[in-house]
């Protein structure tokens, strides 16, 4: 099936009229907010006699704890298995009654479900929704909107790869922050992330530009050819919770303001019509949905702030919200941060990390089509491509991963993670025709210190440590990592699988800080960016490699831009 955006094949199904708001009969003076709930059902994804949906029940009237909605189907639709609630089926007659874990549904509060069916002919939005006996409202909206299939500017109508024939948004205040530094001319025009790091950032912080200032300069950029414009999503409740540089503003169990105040907003600006000629690349959340992987538990990396994360599902359900929300947007392209080959390359990480992506993906009325991709190496330093060694070698009767640097992993650089965690995504659910990003501002790991052949055999670790272009001193290092450089710059359709190189994270912005800084962004100081701390498990309790005197994450750091093209590779002209 191809990625074009599966919804408009369902809108093309729809009968006139079935889409759009339908509002419930109510008597004579009484105010459409008397109605005690709405329903919000949508056609996720369509083939020829099959279907799955997304239905959302938001209760209006008094507190429930427990609930069943019903509908009728005036088609020949037949639900064959469902999620997050108990969907039975008799005849045309529909009801799904909630499962133990959401019967609770506040003043105000939401319940997703969701299901798949079969059905021929037409497959109508039902006309009226019963909630535990009472009408309700029904939107019928969202990603079964009417699209004109002719259109090939039609936003419902997503391409295979968004960077296919397209520019890529250059960030102008990062470019103004490039072309200050010496020689920084020679990068300032490359394009990178726009990170929307706190919901302040949405608007503009200190004067800076907001969302719709960046979008409204894109279509400027855009001229009359196809653009791309990259935004980072990035403010879960509890955020980075294996770390303190890039803790967030939103504390663990504040998955409401998340949704209201974080996506909501997001999700209404990136729908308006303006800017519905824009290709609009999501990265969603990176450094989250691994951590319930790796660290926590009974792992000697696991945290309590990551098992209260993973207790409480709200980097699932925050995940899953952000992905739906911004999934109904038809011009938006969803890429799913998958961390990097050095967190979750282990055969303990490899497949949970998948199914806890899918889980995501099927979370708050998500479904794997709203997602076009994933993203790895994310404000990373992983290697691209390590040419002097693979992971098949062996030397002095030593297969390379028994080596103190590969320590088991399966893989030993990043275009061969992300080619093959690709496959690992499909096989849990995921499209066969999504895409990989991998992020190369920071990898190119050059200069003098950049190996120009193998290492020595005389052991399994001469000969990986002789040899290998990655120069940290543990692969479990992140923070301004010494001795790093610029990698590939940005490129589209680079290697099967790949749909391109992409600087999500902008060179020359700090990590975190070096030593505690007060700041009110919620920012807290890590060890692991101090360049005299000896470690944790995480880097095998080795020095950092940090460099000195770096100020808070996501500021400018003119030592480490400098840093970056000077080791950069390819050099810099």
């Known amino acids: 099936m191809s990625r074009t955006r599966t919804a408009l094949l369902a809108a093309m199904a729809l009968v006139a009229g079935a889409t759009g708001t339908a509002y419930a009969v109510v008597p004579d003076g009484v105010g459409a907010a008397a109605v005690p709930c709405t329903v919000d059902y949508q056609v996720q994804n369509q083939w020829d006699t099959g279907f799955t949906a997304a239905v959302t029940v938001t209760n209006l009237g008094a507190a429930k704890s427990s609930w069943a909605l019903k509908w009728s189907y005036a088609g020949n639709q037949r639900i064959t298995s469902g999620w997050n609630a108990k969907v039975t089926q008799s005849g045309s007659n529909v009801t799904a009654a909630n499962e133990s874990y959401n019967g609770t549904l506040a003043t105000g509060g939401s319940a997703t479900f969701g299901f798949q069916g079969t059905y021929s002919g037409s497959n109508a939005v039902p006309a009226t929704f019963t909630l535990d006996g009472v009408t309700c409202n029904v939107d019928g909206g969202g990603p079964t909107d009417p699209t004109d299939p002719t259109d090939p500017t039609d936003p419902g109508d997503r391409v295979n790869n968004p960077y296919s024939g397209a520019k890529v948004y250059v960030n102008p205040e990062w470019s103004a922050k490039a072309a200050a530094e010496p020689g920084g001319s020679r990068i300032a025009d490359q394009p990178t992330g726009v990170w929307l790091d706190r919901i302040a950032a949405i608007n503009g912080v200190n004067g800076g530009m907001g969302l719709r200032d960046h979008l409204d300069e894109a279509l400027v950029q855009k001229g009359s050819g196809e653009l ?86 709200n980097y699932v359900k925050g995940v899953g919200y952000a992905l739906n929300k911004l999934g109904d947007v038809g011009n938006v392209y969803n890429y799913v941060d998958a961390g990097h080959h050095g967190w979750i390359g282990w055969d303990d990480n490899f497949g949970a990390s998948a199914d806890v992506f899918h889980d995501a993906a099927t979370a708050e009325g998500a479904t794997p089509s709203d997602v076009h991709g994933f993203i790895t190496n994310t404000a990373n330093y992983s290697a691209l491509k390590e040419r002097n060694f693979t992971i098949n070698d062996s030397v002095a009767g030593k297969s390379v991963r028994e080596s103190k640097w590969v320590d088991w992993n399966r893989y030993v650089d990043e275009l061969g993670f992300a080619q093959a965690f690709r496959n690992e995504l499909v096989s849990t659910g995921f499209d066969t025709n999504i895409g990989m990003l991998i992020d190369t501002s920071r990898n190119g790991w050059g200069g003098n210190a950049r190996p120009t052949g193998p290492g020595a055999t005389t052991s ?24 790093a450089g610029l990698g590939e710059r940005p490129k589209a359709a680079p290697e099967t699988g790949i749909d391109a190189y992409v600087w999500m994270k902008p060179p020359g912005e700090s990590d975190g800080a070096s030593k505690a800084i007060p700041n009110d962004e919620g920012k807290g100081f890590d060890r692991m960016c101090d360049p005299a701390y000896t470690g944790t498990p995480r880097n095998g309790n080795n020095l950092t490699g940090a460099l000195p005197d770096a100020p808070v994450s996501g500021h400018w750091f003119s030592a480490q831009f400098q840093e970056l093209m000077r080791n950069a590779y390819p050099p810099l002209p």
């Open 228 to 313: 791309v414009i990259q935004l980072v999503v990035y403010n879960l409740p509890g955020r980075d919770c294996a770390a303190l540089a890039s803790n967030g503003e939103l504390g663990p169990t504040e998955i409401g303001r998340y949704k209201t105040e974080y996506i909501d907003p997001i999700a209404a600006i990136l729908a308006d019509d303006k800017y519905s000629s824009l290709r609009i690349v999501t990265t969603v959340e990176i450094d989250s949905l691994p951590n319930l992987v790796t660290n926590t538990g009974s792992r000697p990396t696991a945290t309590p702030e990551c098992d209260v994360m993973k207790a409480n599902g």
């Open 460 to 483: 399994v670790d001469t000969y990986i440590d002789g040899g290998r272009y990655d120069r940290r001193i543990h692969i479990g290092n992140w923070c301004n990592q010494s001795g």
